[in-house]
């Protein structure tokens, strides 16, 4: 059974709606303008709100303390993405204790969720979420961010070192 409502004869005008809604618009930039100082409102460019040191931000790739990249090219972070937006490239390294490394490292950041995946699967801390959330930029082109702008940026000074200390990890044999 379904039951068919009646437009009220009220309902079929749209002046009472469209008048109500910009009287409390109007009523907000009064208040507003009035008592500034109680405004919810940041001047962007001079006043940046301070996020949480939690807060999950542009991926950063780390390195270790010789300045080379700590990923090993496992592939786990890319299999653990849901959008499918990081590509790795890896070969073989000359060094015959280092297995293999990305000669190729790309995210294309107009597909990420920025969900944390990729940060979380990585077993040997080679990629993290970093407190950065501007991301300007052209045109489209320049949202395929590659190993220089993931580990080398300037804003990095260098690099972020990885938490995990090489030394420690080839005494435990990982």
């Known amino acids: 059974m379904s039951i068919v409502k009646r437009v009220s004869y009220k309902s079929k005008w749209y002046l009472p709606g469209i008048l109500s809604g910009m ?4 009523s907000k930039m009064i208040k507003n303008i009035l008592s500034p100082k109680k405004m919810l409102t940041l001047n962007y460019p001079e006043e940046k709100y301070e996020y949480s040191p939690r807060f999950k931000g542009n991926h950063v ?4 303390k010789d300045g080379s990249l700590r990923c090993t090219a496992c592939m786990l972070c890319a299999t ?8 790795i490239t890896a070969a073989e390294h000359e060094d015959p204790t280092v297995e293999k490394y990305p000669i190729s490292y790309e995210i294309d950041i107009l597909r990420c969720v920025f969900c944390g995946y990729c940060e979380e699967a990585c077993p040997v801390d ?3 979420m970093g407190p950065e959330w501007q991301t300007p930029a052209l045109n489209g082109g320049q949202f395929n961010y590659d190993i220089q702008r993931l580990a080398y940026r300037a804003n990095l000074k260098g690099g972020i070192q990885s938490r995990l200390d090489d030394n420690e990890r080839h005494k435990a044999g990982i």
């Open 126 to 128: 080679a990629i993290r």
């Open 61 to 64: 790739l780390t390195v270790k």
């Open 23 to 26: 009287g409390l618009t109007f």
């Open 80 to 87: 653990n993405c849901p959008a499918q937006c990081i590509k």
